[in-house]
């Protein structure tokens, strides 16, 4: 199966700074990554698929890009409300699979 | 708008049986690919299933073939996932999910999750 990697484990930011967060494939995915973001105690909430496609209603602030085994998800000025856990999916092959998360703290 | 309820969670010994539902509303169900996901207290998320439109096509994590198997009632509106010879492993939330619509995988809607239990 394809292993997912996130970068770093936990990532310690103020609010208004940019954060950026890495996703490596163990092979390729080509463009089939998708984010998700979960806050404490709910439902993860799907922020960017085909490595770079926002969700809907998605804050322009968000942005994903990359393909084949190298992606990124960038915030480029963090609000409160994006302190949370970030995950990042391939499914390109079966099974699908997500990396371990990205803890994005308040510095 | 567009809802998912998950249901049939709850404590069970090892090597016991649960079937988990998920009721959908608020779109038509049987245009969507559908997914199970799962997270372990504390832990990231794993995938576990998937099944097309017409349940012509599933898919499984190693962790669960053979084990668990899901299913669908497009004339209800529900998704299943019947989980036998359970582990403590598998104590967990439990997650529908609906995938983006034409696409497999990313899921763009989620039910609130239910808790599996598994222990003696």
């Known amino acids: 199966e394809i292993v997912m990697t996130q970068s770093p484990a936990t990532l310690s930011v103020s609010p208004g700074e940019r954060a950026t967060l890495s996703c490596r494939a163990s092979?390729?995915?080509?463009?089939?990554l998708a984010w998700y973001q979960q806050r404490p105690g709910q439902a993860p909430r799907l922020l960017i698929y085909g490595a770079s496609t926002r969700a809907t209603g998605l804050p322009a602030r968000f942005s994903g890009s990359g393909s084949g085994t190298e992606f990124t998800l960038t915030i480029s000025s963090l609000q409160s409300e994006d302190f949370a856990v970030y995950y990042c999916q391939q499914h390109n092959n079966w099974p699908q699979t997500f990396g371990r998360g990205t803890k994005v703290e308040i510095k | 708008q567009v809802q998912l309820v998950e249901s049939g969670g709850g404590l069970v010994k090892p090597g016991g049986s649960l079937r988990l539902s998920c009721a959908a509303s608020g779109f038509t169900f049987s245009d969507y690919y559908m997914s199970w996901i799962r997270q372990a207290p504390g832990k990231g998320l794993e995938w576990l299933s998937y099944i097309s439109t017409s349940s012509t096509y599933t898919h499984y994590a190693d962790s669960v073939k053979g084990r668990f198997t899901i299913s669908r009632d497009n004339a209800k509106n529900s998704l299943y996932l019947q989980m036998n010879s359970l582990r403590a492993e598998d104590t967990a939330v439990y997650y529908c999910?609906?995938?983006?619509?034409?696409?497999?995988?990313?899921?763009?809607?989620w039910g609130q999750g239910t808790l599996v239990t598994v222990s003696s």
């Open positions: 999910a609906r995938d983006v619509e034409g696409m497999v995988g990313p899921a763009d809607y």
């Open positions: 092979q390729s995915v080509g463009s089939n």
